[in-house]
């Protein structure tokens, strides 16, 4: 049974750092795409950073570019997102998502086939 689940959430303050990650299983992490999605209260979802199969290449959104880093451990079917310099703003469920096999980034959510239940994080002092 294919199945990505995030872990890493959590309230901190402005300013910390936070690693989130996104565990497969079922499938072979190494021919997909993922991305990491958030999703705010009253706001559309977001798609934030994309890493894909082999790591070839990375994408971030705007605003999040220069504090977030993605990376992947393909043998361990693992992606991971590390989130430095947190804002409220960041404040968000963070899911993670797979796109088609063997396909760029960044891909259109509605592409995805396989998401995560999400994690909470909160940035509040």
């Known amino acids: 049974q294919w199945a990505l689940v995030e872990s890493g959430g959590g309230l901190v303050q402005p300013g910390d750092s936070l690693r989130l990650s996104c565990a497969a299983s079922?499938?072979?992490?190494?021919?997909?795409?993922i991305a990491w999605f958030r999703q705010a209260p009253g706001k559309e979802r977001e798609g934030i950073s994309c890493?894909?199969?082999?790591?070839?290449?990375?994408h971030y959104a705007d605003s999040v570019k220069g504090r977030f880093t993605i990376s992947r451990d393909n043998a361990n079917q693992t992606i991971d997102l590390q989130m430095n310099g947190l804002k409220p703003e960041d404040t968000a469920i963070y899911y993670c998502a797979r796109g088609p096999a063997f396909t760029t980034c960044p891909f259109d959510s509605k592409l995805s086939d396989l998401w995560g239940q999400g994690t909470q994080v909160t940035v509040s002092s």
């Open positions: 079922g499938f072979t992490l190494a021919w997909y795409p």
């Open positions: 890493i894909m199969n082999s790591a070839q290449m990375t």
